[in-house]
C-alpha cells in the first residue's frame, strides 16, 4: 500500500508541477513583454486559458502583470502540497496559513529556476546556435534580456565577452539557496515537500 502511495505522488508531483510551470510560464512570458505570436507563448496561452479565463474576470492585471497567473500558480501549487502531505498521512487542517506560506516560497523558488535555466539556455545557445530564430532560442533570449539589463549597466563588456550572466546566475542561485530555501526551512516546510523547492 505504502508503494502504491508513493506511486501516486510521483505521478501527481510530477504532472502537477508540469502544469504548474507552464501556467508559471505565461506569467513569466507577459512579465518580460516576450512576442505573443511565437509557437511556444501560443502553447502556455492555449494549455492555461480554460482555467484563466473565468479566473481573469475576477482578478485583473495590474501594472501590466498577470495576476490571474501569478493567483492560479498559487493555486495549483496549494492543491499539489496538500495532496502531496494527505496522501503521507500528514493533517493539514491545522496549518492552512503555513500551506500558503510554503506555496508562495514554492512558487518564487520555482519562477528563480526558470530564469535560471533560460540564463543557461542563451548562454550555451549563444556559443552553438548565435544568432539563432528558432523560436524557443528567441523566447529563452526575450526572457533573458530584461534580467541581464541591469547587470549589463554596471558590467563592462570584456571585448565581446559578455559575463552579465554570471553575476545574474549568481545572484539567483544566491536568492533562491539563502533566502528561499532558508525561509522554508524556518517557517517548518516537512521534508516530504522537498521537491517543489
Partial sequence: MAGLAEALI???QTLGSLYLLIVLLRFVLQLVRADFYNPLSQFTVKA???LLKPMRRVI???AGLDLASLVLAIVVQLLLMIITLTLTGYGVGGFILQLLVWSLIAVGSLMLKVFFFALIGSVILSWVAPGSHNPAAQLINQICEPLLAPFRKLIPN???LDISPIFAIMTIHLIDNFVLFKLAK??????IL????
Fill in 158 to 160: 570584456l571585448g565581446g
Fill in 194 to 197: 522537498a521537491p517543489f523547492m
Fill in 186 to 191: 524556518n517557517t517548518g516546510m516537512p521534508a
Fill in 10 to 12: 510521483y505521478i501527481i
Fill in 48 to 50: 492555461t486559458q480554460p
Fill in 60 to 62: 485583473p492585471g495590474f
